[in-house]
């Protein structure tokens, strides 16, 4: 039902001022909301350059607010939240949603367009006046944050730092076995079932490492559903997080909800800070005992049916420590270096 869809709702008494923009993407046009700090002397006045935080979504059609249907993934919290406290932001519509249409490539992109787009994004945001484009943070959630290690790794941006929420460090594989597991748990799935759907995905992995084409007479039929996928498969296939971590050259933040089904502070965040440390790159963990997937606090287990509880809201703390991280990381600019 409509009266069911998520809405964003600007915050009151607001320190920002919020502009509706297109980008010029490597495939479409992509929409985009720039929030800008007013003036220390007037609401209304010019800004002087500030820091800047460009947000990257993770996987999924969803909008510039990280809104998909009912679901509110907080990312207009988060975005809004730190341009209150000083920081330009930019956020954007992923594929196919809000104003961000599809494109002529949609049945071919894999993560190497979700790249491109959010490199047109940053291109953007670095050329704003607003902007010290010495001062520039990339925020990944989840996928994005692969996105966002991507970007800084193969050299595509100049950033201050990047903060990784809920990232990734297992292998794209291991992922999704183990993300294939929980949600059979949660589905009501035996034991049985969840082996036999693992064994399915194992063998599509196999076909996808061996360089298959998936059409029918390649590979057998029962295959063919991942056929949309696989650009996205082997282009994850080759980035493997804790590798492009040892190759940046900016500090990073990595944060974790304990009670997040789809990536483990354990598995994932615990090794994405060690990956930090051991390149001798400034690293600080957070790890959030009751936050799940979206940073939010759940009582008991989380599940996918807590994603659609309209009610809560990123955790204040949290948020105190991003925007902590972001200013001591700011102190100062070299715009000019």
């Known amino acids: ?6 809405v964003y709702t600007p915050p009151a ?8 923009v297109k980008i010029p993407g490597p495939a479409v046009p992509i929409g985009a909301t720039l929030t800008i700090p007013h003036a220390p002397d007037s609401s209304q006045g010019e800004t002087p350059p500030r820091p800047a935080v460009l947000f990257i979504s993770g996987s999924g059609c969803h909008d510039r607010n990280g809104i998909a249907g009912e679901l509110d993934f907080g990312t207009h919290e988060i975005v809004d939240y730190l341009s209150d406290g000083g920081f330009v932001g930019l956020r954007y519509d992923t594929r196919g949603a809000g104003t961000t249409g599809l494109g002529s490539d949609y049945l071919e992109a894999g993560l190497d367009s979700i790249i491109a787009d959010a490199l047109a994004a940053y291109g953007f945001l670095a050329q704003r006046p607003e902007v010290d484009k010495g001062r520039i943070f990339l925020i990944g959630h989840s996928q994005g944050g692969t996105v966002a290690l991507a970007l800084g790794a193969e050299q595509k941006v100049r950033v201050r730092g990047i ?11 291991e992922l999704s076995l183990d993300q294939l597991e929980t949600h059979g748990r949660h589905a009501g799935l035996s034991d049985e079932q969840i082996a036999q759907q693992k064994s399915l995905m194992q063998e599509s992995f196999a076909l996808i490492r061996a360089g298959k084409e998936f059409k029918a007479g390649e590979v057998p039929d029962i295959h063919l559903t991942l056929q949309r996928n696989v650009p996205w498969f082997r282009e994850w296939m080759r980035r493997q997080a804790e590798s492009m971590i040892a190759m940046l050259p900016c ?14 502070a354990d598995k994932d965040a615990k090794r994405l800070a060690h990956a930090g440390e051991r390149a001798h790159i400034a690293t600080e963990l957070r790890l959030y005992p009751t936050l799940d997937h979206a940073f939010k606090p759940i009582a008991g287990e989380s599940t996918l049916a807590s994603y659609y509880d309209p009610q809560r809201r990123v955790d204040p703390a949290f948020l105190a420590d991003l925007r902590s991280w972001l200013v001591r990381n700011s102190q100062h600019s070299d715009s000019q270096a």
């Open 251 to 264: 500090p990073i933040f990595v944060a974790n909800g304990e009670k997040d089904f789809q990536v483990s």
């Open 13 to 20: 008494g607001a320190k920002f001022r919020s502009l509706d």
């Open 163 to 173: 903060a990784l929420l809920a990232t990734v460090a297992r292998s794209i594989e």
């Open 1 to 6: 039902r409509s009266s069911d869809l998520a």
